[in-house]
C-alpha cells in the first residue's frame, strides 16, 4: 500500500489502483456527510480534483493521485457517507482508476514512511 | 496562527477540556473546544440527553444605578423597562444606520441588569454601555471571574434539579440565584440550541467542580463549539458576524418578534434607540430582504456565501447563505440566508450555486426543528 502528502492511500488490485483516505484524515475531517463521486470513465491528471467530501464543517477535496482513468466509483457512499468514517482503510475506498504511468507510485510513501509523516 | 496562538485567552475550564480529549481551537481570541467525541455525536446528546457547554468567552457585563431599565433602552430596541424582576429577554444593541452591532441576553435581577454578550464583540459592547450610560450615572462592570456553561437539552432539568429542586420550577427566560455544588449560580433557562435548559453563571474558581458534578450525571456530555453551530442553525438562531451584522436590520434578520409593542410606532416608548427611523418604518412597511429558512433537495451542504440564483440557468441573483451545513436532527442539509421580498415566500424554489453548479433549494420556515422550551 501507498500513501500521499495528502493523505490518500493507495492500493493496488488486478491491474487496478484503488484509492481512499486515510484514518488519520477520516479523523481530521470529522463525520462526512456528503460525497460526490466522478464520472466512471473520467480521465484525469495528477492533483485534479475528483471528489468532493464535505463534513459536518466544511468541504474538502480529493485530488487524483496519478494521471489515469477512473474506471469504477463506490456508489455506495453517495448513500452512505458515514462509511468514510467508519471504514476509510477498507469498505470506504473512493474510486479505481487505470493508471496511465504506473511509475508515479513509485516515490510515494509506505505504511511506516506515512506513519512518520503524520507524527 | 503560529504566534498569534500566544495572545490566546484560556477559559477556567481549559484543563478540563484538553483532559477530556476536546480539539481546541482559535475563537473570537480564546482558545476553545470545538469538539470531543465529534460534532454528531455531541449534536444528539444534546438532542436526546443533556449538552455540557462552556461559553466562558461570552460577556458578563452587570450595569447597576438608578433608572438603569430607562438608560439601557437608548442602546436597544427592546422594552427592558417592562422586563419584570426575575425574567431575561433577547436584545440586539443597534446602530445609527438601523444595522446589528450585538445581539445579547439582558435580565432583570432585582437591583441589576445582568447582560450576555457575544464574544468577538465584548470590548465594543462594553465601551458602548460605558459611553451612553455612565453619563446617567450606570456603573458597568464586565464580570471577568466568572465561568458559564450550559446545559442543554430535554434532560437539562432533571440533571440539575438533582443538584437543586428550585431549578426545576423555572420556566423558560426566568432567572435566578441558586447554590449549585456549593456554589452561587446566576441561572436562567435559556439557551442556543433550540432545546430546554439553563445557562449557569458560576465563579471561576467553583467552575470545575460543578461540570465535573454535572457529567458525573447520566446522560451529560461536553458538546463543542461544533456542535453548538450544527444545534442553533437547526433550531433557526443566528449566529452574530454571520446571520447578522451591522449592516442587517432587526426586520430583514426576522427578529421583529425580539421589538416589543412599547418601542414600537405608538407604543407608550416609541423610537428612542439608534436606527429607531429605519427598524420603525421597515417594522410599518416591511422590509426588502429577508432572513428564511433554505432546504436544499440535495445532499450537499450549502455553506456561507454560496449566492442564490431564481433559475437554474440563467437568471437573477436572489439571494446569499448565511449559514449552512448538515443538520443531524434533520438528517440532511439545512441553511438560512437573505433573499429579495419576491424570493422569501415559503416554498419557493430557488438555485445555489455550489462548486460551479447550480442545485434546488427551497425556502422553508424556521426553525427546522421545533423548540423544546418549558415556558
Known amino acids: ?119 | 496562527m503560529g504566534d498569534t496562538d500566544n495572545d490566546l485567552r484560556r477559559t477556567p475550564l481549559y484543563d478540563l477540556h484538553v483532559a477530556r480529549g476536546a480539539r481546541m481551537v482559535p475563537f473570537a481570541g480564546w482558545e476553545m473546544p470545538v469538539q470531543y467525541e465529534g460534532v454528531m455525536a455531541e449534536h444528539n446528546a444534546t438532542r436526546d440527553g443533556a449538552g455540557l457547554f462552556e461559553v466562558s468567552h461570552m460577556g458578563q457585563v452587570i450595569l447597576r444605578g438608578e433608572g438603569v431599565a430607562e438608560a439601557f433602552e437608548a442602546l436597544v430596541p427592546q422594552d427592558i423597562v417592562g422586563l419584570a424582576e426575575g425574567r431575561q429577554r433577547y436584545a440586539f444593541f443597534t446602530n445609527d444606520a438601523g444595522g446589528i452591532e450585538d445581539d445579547l441576553m439582558v435580565a432583570n435581577r432585582g437591583d441589576h441588569l445582568y447582560v450576555v454578550v457575544n464574544a468577538a464583540c465584548v470590548e465594543a459592547d462594553v465601551a458602548r454601555m460605558r459611553a451612553a450610560l455612565e453619563p446617567k450615572g450606570i456603573h458597568v462592570k464586565h464580570v471577568t471571574t466568572r465561568a458559564l456553561i450550559a446545559l442543554q437539552g430535554p434532560g437539562a432539568e432533571a440533571v440539575l434539579a438533582d443538584l437543586n429542586e428550585d431549578v426545576a420550577a423555572m420556566r423558560f427566560l426566568d432567572v435566578g440565584t441558586h447554590a449549585l455544588a456549593g456554589a452561587e449560580c446566576w441561572v436562567s433557562r435559556s439557551g442556543y440550541t433550540g432545546e430546554d435548559g439553563y445557562e449557569i453563571s458560576v465563579p471561576e474558581a467553583a467552575a470545575e467542580l460543578l461540570v465535573t458534578t454535572l457529567l458525573g450525571k447520566p446522560g451529560v456530555s461536553l458538546v463543542g463549539l461544533g456542535a453548538r453551530d450544527s444545534l442553533r442553525l437547526e433550531a433557526g438562531l443566528c449566529l452574530y458576524g454571520q446571520d447578522i451584522d451591522s449592516t442587517t436590520s432587526p426586520v430583514e434578520a426576522g427578529l421583529s418578534w425580539a421589538i416589543q409593542k412599547a418601542r414600537r410606532t405608538g407604543g407608550a416608548r416609541e423610537g428612542g434607540f439608534p436606527g429607531a427611523d429605519r427598524i420603525l418604518t421597515e417594522l410599518d412597511k416591511g422590509a426588502s430582504r429577508h432572513r428564511v429558512g433554505l432546504m436544499p433537495e440535495g445532499r450537499a451542504p450549502m455553506r456561507t456565501g454560496v449566492a442564490l440564483f431564481d433559475a437554474e440557468t440563467g437568471g437573477a441573483q436572489v439571494g446569499e447563505v448565511t449559514s449552512g451545513s448538515f443538520g443531524p436532527t434533520v438528517g440532511g442539509p439545512v441553511a438560512m440566508g437573505y433573499v429579495t421580498d419576491a424570493a422569501a415566500r415559503k416554498g419557493t424554489r430557488l438555485w445555489g450555486e455550489v462548486r460551479g453548479k447550480r442545485m434546488a433549494v427551497t425556502v422553508s420556515d424556521l426553525p427546522f426543528v421545533p423548540a423544546g422550551f418549558k415556558r
Open chain 1, 1 to 119: 500500500m501507498k500513501f500521499t502528502e495528502e493523505h490518500e492511500w493507495l492500493r493496488e488490485e488486478d491491474g487496478v489502483i484503488v484509492v481512499g483516505i486515510t484514518e488519520h484524515a477520516s479523523e481530521q475531517l470529522g463525520d462526512i456527510v456528503f460525497v460526490e463521486l466522478p464520472e466512471e470513465g473520467t480521465e484525469v491528471s495528477k492533483d485534479d480534483e475528483v471528489v468532493v467530501i464535505e463534513s459536518v464543517k466544511a468541504a474538502s477535496d480529493i485530488l487524483a493521485p496519478i494521471d489515469g482513468e477512473i474506471v469504477e466509483v463506490n456508489e455506495a457512499l453517495v448513500d452512505e457517507p458515514g462509511k468514510v468514517n467508519d471504514d476509510p482503510m477498507g469498505d470506504a475506498w473512493f474510486f479505481k482508476m487505470k493508471p496511465a504511468d504506473p511509475s508515479q507510485m513509485d516515490d510515494m510513501m509506505d505504511e511506516a514512511a506515512y506513519k512518520k509523516f503524520i507524527g
